[in-house]
């Protein structure tokens, strides 16, 4: 899927390079709306697989837009604060076997 934002008078001459590599395009309008949809669509695989939490970014990232719109995204918030005992050492750029080590031997540590 082609997440396009951009002026609706330039559709029309990307749309073929669109076409080519993706399967569909969502076109975005106004501007900023991409960069949304883009932080929830990443935001669902940490609900999944907690596996992108140890880089967290994305899901800091929805839950500050969460935040400033009043809202709570406590199923985001659950797996980043079990994954913090793994970034907090440094483990935030390692793979994931990396970070699950790390909590796990957080978890059993007296």
Known sequence: ?????????????????????GHRTVWLDPAGDGSRLKVV????PALLVEGMAPRA???ALA?????D????????????RRW??????????DDVAAAVS???RAASAP
């Open 69 to 80: 719109h009043a809202t709570s995204l406590p199923l985001t918030e659950a797996p980043l």
């Open 102 to 104: 790390a909590v796990r």
């Open 1 to 21: 899927m082609i997440l396009a934002p951009g002026a609706p008078a330039l559709r029309d001459g990307v749309q073929p390079v669109f076409d080519a590599i």
């Open 84 to 93: 913090s005992t793994a970034i907090e050492p440094g483990h935030g750029g």
């Open 63 to 67: 839950l500050d837009a969460a935040g």
């Open 57 to 59: 970014k994305d899901a």
């Open 41 to 44: 669509l990443n935001n669902s």
